[in-house]
């Protein structure tokens, strides 16, 4: 297969093999019939996600990690899926498994078992819900299709930059650079082959408003799209599809369909000398992707890894050609933005982060869903909408964004304060703290794309060692090598993957170093293995048990 | 712009400084370059003048107002003040050693590479006396395969600098890179894996630029004795990169 795969492809056979060992959904190894993998997002925790995955491993009769001898199913952990609204969540093949119980566990054995194909089960399975529980500037708006390229052909296209800048329109993937500005940079290129990328590689593990945008809101953002290449003269563009969505593809496709037929894509669009189309590029299972110019590798059928920079994609992104990458919602807001004007949307918001921003609350509330704001809004306002009570902390921005503590709440959703791709975690006080870094933390180290040494090395080194802390074995040496181990993944990782893996635990080891140091012993040092465990071997040999065969560790 | 080929270009000279030292640059040209051409040394694995830039083993992290930068992949500037040799950045180096010596296995005293190893020339450098992290010790193979070339993998620190010399000097691309974060790994490119089915060839670019013991020419190990090697005689930021001994070792 990898053979067949290089010589169809006219790629050496070591590049599948790079690419399948890369992305989480791509095997060396045949998977099951049924390929089950759960959701391991700390919301899904949170849903009961580990007494269901026991309860299904021993019904299937697989252990974690594996396929069942006769071939029937695969099971295993996945990154979040982005259904923490409705989990705990999963995909089997591919499609999406939400709101999963006991209950659905049962009936999805037995259709296994019954061999039923998974395009015959029933619907509710794969019922996933856009739970839109606020809608503010961008979700309220509805605009006709086409109208924002008809405003912007209308008003001239210098123009409709020039409202995008008006507007104050920053990235809403969490980054917050201003889209004008990088759509004026590619538009300046002297390269005339140009291209549009829309980033729906929605990964940071508690968002998924993009999924409902994509749901929901796909002409806008098609339309955004369309606009951003006839204004920086692009030809030609991709939405990347991370593949937890996959259920969203053929719809998308339709969608594009439909745009073509209305003249909207393709040539001479709204009747002007301006040629473009889109094409849906399916991720694979990488967080890394949803780093820009990792998602342009990607694109070009290479492992994630994020470049060098400079050159910006904005001058050299896909195959070295200026590229606009901008996240879902940017292009939605974009074009809303060209047919309402700048001073629509820049009336919102605050002076530095203008606007609405949409939100993904899970957690511990009563209504997990999306929830749309004006930018400047306090958590406490937030919280108190969604029904959150007792609430302990937030995790602002997903893992890679802040912990705030319950002492924080008056704090702003803002560019200037709290920054946000749009996750927004809730946590009341029945929570452990620790848990949270935990998942976290391992989140990142699986996530790594192992390009350089201090994320490679120093996430798997963290997870061992926060680990060690959390069994009990740390000492307080053991403490101050975790926060001299975040600071130097921090300092000198390559991309935000690494420079952000460690705001887990150095924003939970600000506000709660007692914790911390409640789990630690008191001793000044301890070893990272289990000295007297390892001599279990050496005993069984000798056929010893006696006092003498022991090692008290650590001159406990 | 592609920095190497607007540094060989020549081009408008500037001026910035390595903790306090006024250095001159061609415009394009890295941090790193610039300070190679001074004489000035920055810690460094995976760069390597002849090839493109990499910026992964990010030995060669400097400060400037206030940031962490990649001297090989970060262009000098008119006026940049860079911190390099500093207690805090040598500190990190530190540990960066430790992370690339407990990540793979590293048996000095066993090796035959011992004295002429840039891994190991760099961490006496900068101070690195032993490994304080937890050792991974990861099961992996020595490929004995091939009749003038072999390839302990246990010493492997994916600096990617074969890679780009079968990719760039070679017109080979005998080497690439698999899997992700720890698990990313070396592999070759012939039918079963192995170098003896490769188009690696001991003349080729990619089997001299090794900077560890991973990639080692055959029955030359110990032409030159120990105590004789390059940082036997010298420390590093004297003797220089490995790459340009490789002849005489």
């Not at chain 1, 669009?269 to 990488?286: P, T, V």
């Not at chain 1, 009990?472 to 993944?489: N, P, Q, T, Y």
């Not at chain 2, 940049?80 to 180096?93: A, G, N, Y």
């Amino acid at each position: 297969m990898l053979e067949l795969l290089a010589e169809k492809l006219h790629i050496p056979r070591t590049q599948v093999i790079s690419v399948v060992e890369f992305y989480t959904f791509l095997h060396t190894r045949p998977q099951g019939e049924y390929e089950i993998l759960i959701s391991d997002s700390i919301t899904d925790q949170m849903l009961g996600k580990q007494q269901l995955m026991d309860y299904l491993a021993g019904k299937l009769q697989v252990e974690v990690g594996t396929t069942r001898k006769d071939g029937l199913v695969s099971l295993d952990n996945t990154s979040c899926t982005g259904m923490c609204d409705q989990g705990p969540a999963g995909l089997v093949n591919g499609q999406v498994l939400t709101s999963l119980d006991t209950g659905k566990v049962d009936v999805l054995v037995d259709l296994m078992t019954r061999r039923v194909p998974v395009t015959e089960w029933p619907a509710d399975f794969f019922q996933v819900r856009d739970n839109i529980h606020r809608s503010g500037l961008l979700l309220n708006d509805s605009i006709g299709k086409g109208e924002a390229l008809q405003s912007a052909f209308a008003r001239g296209l210098d123009e409709t930059l020039q409202e995008l800048e008006n507007a104050g329109l920053r990235g809403r993937g969490g980054a917050g650079f201003k889209t004008a500005m990088k759509w004026r940079f590619a538009k300046q290129e002297q390269e005339p082959e140009r291209y549009v990328v829309c980033n729906a590689d929605e990964g940071e593990p508690g968002t998924f408003k993009d999924r409902v945008l994509l749901n929901s809101y796909a002409h806008e953002m098609f339309e955004g799209m369309t606009l951003c290449a006839a204004i920086i003269g692009a030809g030609k563009g991709f939405l990347y599809l991370r593949g937890e969505y996959q259920y969203l593809y053929e719809q998308l496709q339709q969608v594009l369909q439909q745009r073509r037929q209305s003249g909207l894509l393709g040539a001479n669009i709204g009747g002007q000398d301006f040629n473009f189309d889109i094409e849906i590029h399916l991720g694979a299972g990488a967080y890394i992707c949803g780093e820009e110019s990792a998602l342009i590798e990607s694109l070009e059928g290479r492992r994630g890894i994020p470049r060098n920079r400079s050159p910006y994609p904005v001058s050299q992104g896909y195959l070295g050609k200026p590229t606009v990458v901008n996240n879902v919602e940017t292009f939605v807001a974009a074009a809303k933005i060209a047919v309402h004007g700048g001073d629509w949307f820049a009336a919102r918001g605050t002076s530095q982060s203008r606007g609405s921003k949409i939100l993904s609350i899970s957690g511990d509330c009563r209504q997990p869903g999306i929830y749309e704001y004006d930018f400047g809004v306090s958590i406490a306002e937030i919280l108190g909408d969604c029904g959150a009570d007792d609430v302990f902390g937030v995790q602002i921005g997903g893992p890679s964004g802040t912990f705030i503590g319950n002492a924080e709440l008056e704090r702003r959703l803002a560019f200037e304060d709290l920054a946000t791709g749009g996750s927004f975690i809730i946590f009341d006080n029945s929570r452990n703290v620790l848990d949270i870094v935990q998942n976290f933390t391992d989140f990142f180290a699986h996530e790594s794309c192992g390009f350089c040494t201090p994320c490679r090395v120093g996430t798997a080194l963290l997870k061992k060692q926060f680990d060690k802390i959390r069994q009990g074995h740390g000492s307080a040496g053991d403490l101050v090598e975790l926060e001299k181990l975040s600071r130097l993944i921090k300092n000198t990782s390559h991309c935000g993957l690494g420079q952000t893996a460690v705001n887990p635990i150095l924003t939970t080891l600000e506000r709660y170093p007692e914790l911390y140091q409640s789990q630690l012993k008191d001793i000044s040092f301890e070893p990272g293995f289990d000295l007297d465990g390892s001599l279990e071997t050496a005993r069984k040999l000798a056929r010893r048990n006696d006092p003498a065969a022991h090692l008290a560790q650590g001159g406990e | 712009m592609n920095l190497k080929a607007a540094a060989r270009l020549g081009g408008r000279i500037g001026h910035f400084s390595i903790d306090g030292v006024r250095l001159p640059f061609r415009e394009g040209q890295t941090i790193m370059a610039a300070a190679m051409e001074a004489g000035v040394y920055i810690p460094h694995l995976c760069y390597n003048p002849e090839f493109t830039p990499h910026g992964s083993c990010r030995l060669c992290v400097v400060r400037s107002n206030g940031r962490h930068l990649a001297a090989c992949t970060t262009p000098a500037a008119e006026g940049l003040e860079v911190e390099s040799h500093t207690d805090e950045l040598q500190e990190q180096r530190r540990e960066l050693l430790q992370m690339l010596f407990v990540e793979g296995n590293h048996v000095c005293p066993a090796c035959e590479k011992s004295g002429a190893c840039q891994l190991q020339a760099v961490a006496y450098y900068c101070g690195m006396l032993a490994p304080e992290l937890t050792y991974f010790y990861p099961q992996r193979t020595v490929d004995a395969s091939h009749p003038d070339i072999a390839i302990d993998y246990n010493r492997c620190i994916l600096c990617e600098l074969c890679v780009r010399a079968s990719r760039e000097a070679d017109g080979k691309n005998v080497f690439s890179i698999a899997d992700r974060g720890i698990h990313a790994h070396l592999q070759i490119n012939s039918s079963t894996g192995k170098l003896r089915d490769s188009d690696l060839e001991v003349t080729d670019k990619a089997a001299h630029v090794c900077p560890t013991g991973a990639i080692l020419p055959r029955n030359l190990g110990y032409n030159i004795p120990i105590g004789k090697r390059p940082y036997d005689q010298k420390p590093i930021s004297l003797a220089g990169d490995v790459a340009d001994h490789e002849e005489s070792s």
